[in-house]
């Protein structure tokens, strides 16, 4: 949840690691401070609030410093103040850190330590690792062995950047079940909890596992385990460039996002042709799968119900998805001939990552897509597919989730041909409407007029209160993703059901002043989404309708429409999902909403 930068070389560190922060605000945005080694002694700055409020703060003081640490908070333990922001402090001063994650066995340590006489000046249970190593120091003359003594000390998951005025240049780093990864420059090294914090300085980074500690100097990198055991590791190459993670003109990143998504979806199907045309996924036999388990959570979840209509249609493989939260407590059947998937756009989900480890000690062979290079998931699975959406720094996702789709929509068509449940006609026409996706994509978001359109929906509908959104087969997912995107910027109630239950309940809560918004693209249930639209007329409720062109019975019916490019039902998600994040997008900017960092919400959930 939280962002961690650091940095070590001869550029003055004060500006490195604002910048740092701003790049990993997605991360967090409840406090934010820095920790600077300045003529020997270490200086803290923290502040509650935005990373602008802190660097206000820094701009007068000329500080010269060349080594220190960051962090922007996302509040786990501990309201959002000065005092429980993070950099946090050794009772001598001599000792700063930074911590992202959670200590379970943070109250056993801190009535340790009181007792021990130290003195806690913040709520949170970050604050007792770094009286933990001072502690241990008393010990331990060398820092680096007091601050692996530290390590086996500490229960649950922690990503944690230490500096000391004992070693003054140096920063000493460690991570289990959080991620934390090392940017590589020329006499100077950086760390950050994600590649976007460095990726202005360096395009070569170092991926720490589990249980790896480093030390980082200006011109050397050691990492070994926390039993000190030196580990050798290989530099990885990003191929993401700077200008794809900044705003690029636009007012906020989920608009540029949201735009970039033809690009993103071309780059996904290029990206994995090679074992596309060659119907070989590594390490994965599809005539040998039995079942398919779909692991995942938040917009990847619907990503995944996507998935299983796709793997059963295509592929005739019975598909199962779950919420990556409940999989391991709700001790599931997995067997040997099972295919786990898991899909998260950062690779470090916390409750993905444990449920994928379930499944692999169950014998299952477990295939990941994932956005990030190098990334956890990537490292533990089976085998991983790659999405091409370059960096997503917006918190509510958009361009990693049509990527998502373009996988699940190759894989697919792979295992159904490979299985011999596709026919090669059927195959190549599907694969052909693939790769018209993306100039469809660009053929909506380009016309003015239907941008246009949204947002004088948006217009009209930003004051409501609560909102439905239906849809039904393929499309259902799609309207609980559209729910989401709208609870999660713009704080309405917003619930997605299948169009069909909606006598079942939801029926109840039509009127006026509750819009429904409708997935009523050409399919083989249209007939019965106009049967549920004329359901909800008859009770006066506002109907929006995302429609293919030259569209008669539901444009009649409906209050406002959305016209997309008609396609294949099965592919329809790909295209329909995008007016729903335009209208997500701009009722919260008419709201005057944080579009990028919603409040409470973090880019990657990486505790559970």
Same mark, same amino acid.
């Given at each position: ?9 001869? &550029? ?41 409020? !802190? ?14 640490? *960051? $962090?922007?908070?996302? #509040? ?44 806690? &000046? ?58 934390? +990864? ?27 596992? /589990?249980?790896? #500690? #480093?030390?980082? /100097?200006?011109?050397? +990198? ?8 030196? +580990? ?19 007012? $906020? ?9 033809? &690009? ?14 060659? *119907?070989?996924?590594? *390490? ?50 997995? @067997? ?23 499944? @692999? ?46 996988? !699940? ?43 246009? &359109? ?18 039904? $087969? ?18 309405? $109630? ?16 039509? /009127? ?43 444009? @009649? ?24 994040? !335009? ?26």
């Amino acid at each position: 949840m939280c962002g961690i930068v650091g940095y070590t070389g001869d &550029r003055i560190a004060e500006y490195v690691l604002i910048d740092g922060l701003k790049r990993l605000e997605y991360r967090g945005y409840d406090s934010a401070g820095i920790a600077l080694i300045v003529d020997s002694r270490i200086q803290v700055f923290k502040k509650k609030g935005k990373i602008r409020e !802190l660097e206000r703060e820094l701009r007068p003081l000329n500080l010269r410093a060349t080594t220190g640490i *960051g $962090h922007t908070r996302w #509040a786990t333990h501990g309201s959002p103040t000065d005092l429980n922001a993070h950099p946090h402090l050794s009772c001598d001063g001599r000792i700063a850190l930074v911590h992202n994650g959670i200590i379970e066995n943070y109250q056993e340590l801190k009535r340790e330590l009181a007792e021990l006489g130290h003195t806690f &000046r913040s709520e949170t249970d970050s604050e007792v690792v770094v009286h933990l190593i001072e502690e241990e120091l008393k010990r331990e003359k060398v820092f680096k062995r007091a601050f692996l003594n530290a390590l086996s000390r500490l229960k649950g998951s922690f990503a944690l950047a230490v500096i000391t005025t004992q070693e003054p240049t140096k920063i000493f780093v460690a991570r289990k079940d959080s991620p934390l +990864v090392i940017g590589l420059g020329e006499e100077e090294n950086f760390v950050a909890s994600d590649v976007p914090a460095f990726l202005a300085y360096t395009d070569r980074a170092i991926f720490l596992n /589990d249980f790896e #500690a #480093a030390v980082i /100097d200006r011109s050397s +990198v050691e990492v070994f385990t926390f039993n000190g055991e030196p +580990v050798k590791k290989e530099a990885v190459k990003i191929p993401w460039s700077l200008a794809q993670a900044e705003k690029g003109g636009y007012k $906020h990143f989920m608009l540029k996002e949201i735009n970039e998504q033809p &690009r993103a979806i071309a780059d996904t199907i290029s990206g994995n042709l090679q074992w596309f045309e060659s *119907g070989k996924v590594e *390490g994965i036999e599809p005539e040998e799968v039995e079942r398919i388990t779909v692991v995942a959570c938040g917009t990847s979840y619907h990503a995944g119900l996507i998935g299983k209509f796709l793997f059963e249609n295509l592929a005739k493989i019975p598909t199962e998805v779950d919420y990556a939260s409940e999989f391991r407590y709700r001790d599931p059947i997995v @067997k040997n001939r099972d295919l786990v998937i898991s899909i998260t756009q950062s690779g470090e989900t916390a409750d993905t990552l444990a449920a994928m480890r379930l499944a @692999k000690e169950r014998g299952a062979k477990v295939l990941t897509i994932c956005n990030v290079i190098g990334s956890t998931a990537t490292r533990e699975a089976d085998t991983v597919i790659y999405t091409y959406a370059g960096p997503e720094i917006s918190v509510a996702s958009t361009k990693a989730f049509t990527t998502q789709l373009t996988v !699940l929509l190759l894989l697919a068509l792979c295992f159904g041909r490979r299985r011999g449940k596709l026919g090669q006609r059927e195959f190549d026409s599907l694969f052909k409407e693939l790769m018209s996706i993306p100039s469809k994509a660009e053929a909506f978001l380009n016309r003015e007029k239907e941008e246009e &359109r949204v947002k004088e929906i948006a217009l009209k509908l930003y004051r409501a209160k609560n909102a439905l959104y239906l849809g039904r $087969h393929v499309n259902y997912p799609i309207a609980l993703e559209g729910a989401l995107k709208l609870k999660e910027i713009s704080y309405i $109630h917003a619930e997605g059901y299948p169009a069909g239950e909606m006598k079942h309940g939801p029926i109840a809560l039509i /009127d006026e002043t509750v819009p429904a918004v409708f997935l009523a693209t050409k399919s083989p249930v249209y007939e019965k989404v106009l049967s549920n639209i004329e359901e909800v007329k008859a009770r006066k409720g506002r109907v929006v309708a995302v429609v293919n062109p030259g569209d008669s019975a539901v444009s @009649k019916l409906a209050d406002f429409k959305i016209e997309v490019p008609e396609t294949h039902p099965l592919l329809s998600p790909v295209l329909n999902v995008i007016p729903l994040q !335009l209208l997500a997008y701009y009722i919260a900017d008419f709201l005057g909403y944080d579009v990028d960092q919603p409040r409470n919400l973090a880019k990657s959930v990486t505790v559970e």
